[in-house]
């Protein structure tokens, strides 16, 4: 079965700082996509970032970016320049086949003034 | 504007009883989803329906029950077999099923037992 693991369960940045959240997968299929998901506290999910398994190029999304590490099965989201409205719960999550999304349990990210 | 309503934004159920969630969307997608969401967990499958009058269980189904009569509409029942149903749940829609389909999400409703 597939699974998706958020290791850091909090992280903190401080503001106009760069962090990385971590987000490692196990699957054994080869056709797959990854989401970074945001959870802010209104607690509305707004998507993040999409990757697709066979594209070879990271996904970038303004400030946002990912490093996509197939073989290691590694999804990790950076985020440049940190603002205040970064704050929320960060949720990795893991698609394939007709239907599912698998979520990680998600990091919580606070950015200091 | 397009977009996914969930209403109420609070739930209140006695024991016993059964409450109804409501998911409307008019973003004209065929697909919709009813996640659960617990403290410390990420988002699990209750339900979801690829196309009108059709839906599968998901990881977690028992103890709750959908309908999807409309393509606009897709609510959740949370019966009283759900001995815990204490909860944050989301809807989402997505234009047709799929993984390589982005999922886009309600604002929620948090179910709370009296």
């Known amino acids: 079965a597939q699974t998706v693991t958020q290791s850091q369960p909090e992280m903190s940045v401080q503001e106009a700082e760069t962090v990385t959240l971590s987000c490692t997968y196990d699957t054994s299929e080869s056709d797959y996509y990854l989401f970074w998901y945001k959870q802010p506290p209104s607690r509305q999910m707004i998507l993040v970032i999409r990757?697709?398994?066979?594209?070879?190029q990271n996904a970038t999304e303004n400030r946002f970016s990912v490093n996509f590490q197939k073989a290691a099965k590694s999804f990790s989201l950076k985020i440049s320049d940190s603002q205040l409205g970064d704050a929320a719960m960060y949720f990795c999550?893991?698609?394939?086949?007709?239907?599912?999304?698998?979520f990680g349990t998600g990091t919580r990210l606070k950015v200091l003034a | 504007d397009g977009g996914i309503t969930q209403s109420p934004k609070y739930l209140f159920r006695k024991e016993g009883q059964n409450v109804t969630l409501s998911c409307e969307q008019n973003l004209n997608h065929d697909a919709m989803y009813w996640y659960r969401q617990d403290p410390g967990q990420g988002l699990r499958l209750i339900y979801y329906s690829q196309i009108v009058n059709d839906f599968q269980k998901g990881d977690i189904a028992e103890g709750y029950s959908v309908s999807r009569e409309k393509k606009e509409s897709f609510p959740l029942t949370v019966t009283s077999a759900q001995k815990n149903p204490t909860a944050f749940y989301l809807c989402?829609?997505?234009?047709?099923?799929?993984?390589?389909?982005?999922?886009?999400f309600g604002p929620g409703t948090r179910l709370l037992v009296l």
């Open positions: 990757q697709e398994a066979y594209k070879q």
């Open positions: 989402a829609s997505s234009k047709i099923g799929g993984a390589a389909e982005t999922q886009y």
């Open positions: 999550a893991y698609a394939s086949g007709t239907y599912k999304y698998i």
